[in-house]
């Protein structure tokens, strides 16, 4: 057991500094001078020589490729991501501002799709060939198609600019508010964008939990348990414990797609998470941040994969190794 963890946390190393290599390499690769990448055009036009070799020189451009990797590599074991070139602040504090957040966001709207994914899927599976199976698929299908970006702009319209239920945009009125109250407006502002992540990410958690349990319906065991005697409430208890496994396989591999779309959901929301830091980076070409944003973000889905792997055997013991006898 203990030589499947080392070799299981060492695999997702690898690949951990696999991503970090690449995130360091794509910037440097890109054709063109750095400064380009790094000032907008018309600053890095009016330039003078002088003051070129000083912006290479401070953020350590000038040195080789082996040097800048080492310089790199210790400052992610020190949390130092550079400056900022919009806001002139270290990317680490930026980061650790707005992805709070995001978490709010992507947690959130995970737990709802977990639940309410597993609940339609189960409640169809259990009546498949149903008209009620059939409606629900064709619904859950047709949502699924829709993208992110739609969902958050139909929902703004008709619960925001439409009945006025809900804010627009931002996390917070920028009045001052404490304790339940500062809480109260938090939620109500992210309920349109929990919506919408939830809305999105719920196809693939329906479609998991329905062929999940109609597998497990027919499995011998559940045959047996009905020859017992047991209910239709018990069997299908009894079925779906087993069919929760892919789903929670689903629900933490899915992490790194909502935290994707999340992106997308803040911008049209205009929420301070880490998708709009990302948009705005864009924008301002401001490479330090979005360096630090993808190294975040790689680092989100290699543990997110990781906690997967390693919690897989402990929910379903028949995948667990056999243990050596001893002599």
């Given amino acids: 057991m203990k030589r499947h963890l080392l070799r299981t946390v060492g695999q997702y190393g690898a690949v951990l500094f696999a991503a970090i290599v690449l995130n360091f390499a794509l910037p440097r690769l890109a054709p063109g001078d750095a400064i380009d990448y790094i000032l907008p055009d018309e600053v890095a036009g009016a330039l003078t020589p002088a003051q070129r070799t000083e912006i290479l020189d401070r953020f350590g451009l000038d040195d080789s490729m082996p040097e800048q990797f080492g310089a790199y590599l210790g400052g992610i074991a020190r949390g130092d991501l550079l400056v900022s070139v919009r806001f002139g602040r270290p990317v680490t504090s930026l980061l650790l501002e707005r992805v709070g957040w995001t978490l709010l966001l992507v947690g959130g709207s995970l737990v709802l799709s977990t639940l309410l994914g597993a609940a339609l899927g189960f409640r169809s599976a259990w009546r498949r060939g149903t008209s009620a199976d059939t409606g629900a698929l064709g619904a859950i299908m047709f949502l699924d198609a829709l993208p992110p970006f739609f969902i958050g702009t139909l929902l703004l319209l008709v619960f925001s600019v439409g009945l006025g239920w809900f804010p627009s945009y931002g996390a917070l009125s920028g009045q001052e508010a404490e304790g339940l109250a500062l809480v109260g407006e938090v939620l109500r502002r992210a309920v349109l964008p929990v919506a919408t992540l939830t809305i999105a990410g719920l196809g693939p958690m329906y479609l998991v939990a329905r062929s999940a349990l109609v597998g ?14 047991l209910t239709d409430r018990e069997v299908r208890r009894h079925a779906a414990r087993n069919a929760l496994l892919p789903v929670s396989t689903v629900a933490l591999v899915g992490l790194g797609t909502l935290v994707g779309g999340a992106a997308v959901v803040e911008t049209v929301f205009s929420y301070p998470g880490l998708g709009r830091l990302i948009y705005e980076s864009v924008l301002a070409r401001d490479y330090p941040v ?38």
């Fill in 290 to 327: 979005l360096q630090g944003a993808f190294l975040l973000l790689i680092i989100t889905v290699v543990l997110a994969n990781l906690i997967n792997d390693l919690a897989y055997p402990l929910l379903d013991p028949r995948v667990r190794r056999p243990r050596p006898r001893r002599a």
């Fill in 216 to 229: 497990e319906l027919q499995e011998d065991y559940v045959l047996m348990a009905e020859a017992k005697g």
